[in-house]
């Protein structure tokens, strides 16, 4: 039997959330869904007869530039060549549409794919760990987001980013808590945090200063009484400005992974002192 590759749709959520979950990783079916209706035309799912076994994923973020994801394939159909196939099909997607730039972070257990492809390594990522305990109330100069402050939101990440990733922060707010700081009477910073199966996720946090952008993480760990004590995860780059504050604060990495691009600007693209905490490892 041979894979066949199709579009993921709403229907295989509960598949795509089965290989998600098998391999350990912390999506729950809304970061599929937002995918999905993102990018209808650019999540695939491997079919081997009536059952899906393989997904790779897509969201693009200009015209030049995307992201690759959820490149997973069920534990008792790997070694067969499917991720390589999956990866395959994603890439002529993204030719399809002219997007000369890819970004992914890879497992160890996928780089080999990424390098046979041409992906090249940019920046180590560490996911770093906040125990529930550890989180305690936090009252910083941060405040709730308006909606009067989505342009300078805006602004910003596509100042720092050099992307234009207004349609998937806008829907990403919607399921996300999301906290914003000012200085002299404009946005400086933005993070957004939301809910995961594990843990819950901070991401993406962006700021002009490196004390906004601590301000930020603080803030949206901080949970009051009411509330549980779940672990909070963010992804960092390895070299952060925050990395020494991280270890101080005893926020551990619990996983490493390595930031790869493919295409022209390699060393230009999402890998910006400026970024805090990733929006996650499938969305750059
Ligand atoms: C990464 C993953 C998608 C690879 O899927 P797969 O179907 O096993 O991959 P392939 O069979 O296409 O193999 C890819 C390469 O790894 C090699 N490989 C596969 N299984 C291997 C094994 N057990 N030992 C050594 N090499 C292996 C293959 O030889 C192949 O190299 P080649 O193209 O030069 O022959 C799969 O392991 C997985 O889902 N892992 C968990 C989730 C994950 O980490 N995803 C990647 C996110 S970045």
Avoid at 67 to 75: A, E, N, R, S
Avoid at 123 to 132: F, K, L, Q, S, Y
Wanted: aromatic letters at 6%.
């Amino acid at each position: 039997m041979m894979l066949e590759i199709a579009k993921l749709t709403a229907r295989d959520l509960p598949a795509a959330m089965h290989l998600s979950t098998q391999a350990g990783w912390n999506q729950i079916e809304a970061d599929w869904a937002r995918l999905i209706d993102l990018e209808p035309d650019h999540c695939l799912a491997g079919w081997m007869g009536c059952r899906i076994v393989a997904t790779a994923t897509l969201i693009r973020y200009s015209s030049r530039m995307g992201w690759v994801g959820m490149v997973l394939v069920d534990t008792e159909y790997r070694g067969r060549g499917f991720g390589g196939q999956m990866m395959d099909a994603v890439l002529e997607l993204a030719d399809q549409s002219n997007v000369a730039v890819l970004g992914l972070d890879a497992t160890d257990a996928g780089r080999p794919l990424y390098v046979k492809r041409g992906f090249v390594d940019i920046a180590g990522i560490n996911r770093r760990v906040i125990a529930g305990e550890d989180r305690t109330d936090f009252t910083g100069c941060d405040i709730a987001l308006r909606e009067q402050n989505w342009a300078g939101l805006l602004a910003l990440d596509r100042e720092v980013l050099r992307v234009d990733r207004s349609a998937f922060l806008k829907r990403l707010a919607g399921e996300s808590v999301v906290r914003v700081i000012h200085g002299n009477e404009r946005l400086i910073g933005f993070g957004f945090r939301r809910h995961g199966r594990l843990a819950d996720q901070i991401g993406p946090v962006v700021a002009e200063s490196v004390d906004a952008g601590r301000m930020l993480i603080q803030s949206l760990a901080s949970r009051q009484e009411s509330e549980p004590a779940r672990n909070v995860l963010l992804d960092t780059f390895r070299d952060s400005a925050l990395s020494e504050w991280f270890e101080s604060m005893k926020f551990p990495t619990i996983r490493r992974l390595m930031r790869m691009i493919r295409g022209e600007n390699c060393a230009e693209s999402m890998s910006r002192p400026n970024v805090f905490a990733a929006a996650g490892l499938e969305l750059g």
